[in-house]
T-cell receptor, first 112, second 116 residues
Framework: AQSVTQPDIHITVSEGASLELRCNYS??????LFWYVQSPGQGLQLLLK??????LVQGIKGFEAEFKRSQSSFNLRKPSVHWSDAAEYFC??????????FGAGTRLTVKP | KAGVTQTPRYLIKTRGQQVTLSCSPI?????VSWYQQTPGQGLQFLFE???????NKGNFPGRFSGRQFSNSRSEMNVSTLELGDSALYLC???????????????FGEGSRLTVL
């Protein structure tokens, strides 16, 4: 079955600084990749997804992610973080008819 | 377009009791997936139902069960509750099978279960 690893449990960045959250997956074929965000007490909201084609995908709230097959990675980036971006971020991998598997999440703190 | 609705949002039970949680998916979505979220274990997949059939099941004991009705609404049941079942239970719906190219998940806000 597919799996996904988010190496960073917690990241702190200053408001206005750039952000990169790491995600590595394990799957034999090309997976479907997703990034979700969860604010406290809320469900998860989809930020962006990759199915095929252009390896750089744009999402909501100014986020983007790049699929790198050679590195089995799908890192999430944002050029300038806002205080409202503080939340938990989950990378997920789908593999066709299998279920979607989520990483452990990365908690983002934004310093003023 | 209404989102995924989960009821109840909060509930408190005691050990040994059972609980039923409900999920109404987005209209037109045929798949409903359930996840358990805890601080220590993160998001753990419970099961997925598609067109009233369980398609996938995670590594949970038989105390955890679910079903899906013809209108795609789903329920999950946990019997003989244990303290460790305290968690946020998230339901998500998708047009196709979760994780497929039509399987983008849309989540509800969750049902927070506390077991005393």
């Amino acid at each position: 079955a597919q799996s996904v690893t988010q190496p960073d449990i917690h990241i702190t960045v200053s408001e206005g600084a750039s952000l990169e959250l790491r995600c590595n997956y394990s799957y034999g074929a090309t997976p479907y990749l997703f990034w979700y965000v969860q604010s406290p007490g809320q469900g998860l909201q989809l930020l962006l997804k990759y199915f095929s084609g252009d390896t750089l995908v744009q999402g909501i709230k100014g986020f983007e992610a790049e699929f790198k097959r050679s590195q089995s990675s799908f890192n999430l980036r944002k050029p300038s973080v806002h205080w409202s971006d503080a939340a938990e971020y989950f990378c997920a991998v789908g593999a066709g008819s299998n279920d979607m598997r989520f990483g452990a999440g990365t908690r983002l703190t934004v310093k003023p | 377009k209404a989102g995924v609705t989960q009821t109840p949002r909060y509930l408190i039970k005691t050990r040994g009791q059972q609980v039923t949680l409900s999920c109404s998916p987005i209209s037109g979505h045929r798949s409903v997936s359930w996840y358990q979220q805890t601080p220590g274990q993160g998001l753990q997949f419970l099961f997925e139902y598609f067109s009233e059939t369980q398609r996938n099941k995670g590594n949970f004991p038989g105390r955890f069960s679910g079903r899906q009705f013809s209108n795609s609404r789903s329920e999950m049941n946990v019997s003989t509750l244990e303290l460790g079942d305290s968690a946020l239970y998230l339901c998500a719906s998708s047009k196709g099978l979760a994780g497929s190219n039509t399987g983008e998940l849309f989540f509800g806000e969750g049902s927070r279960l506390t077991v005393l």
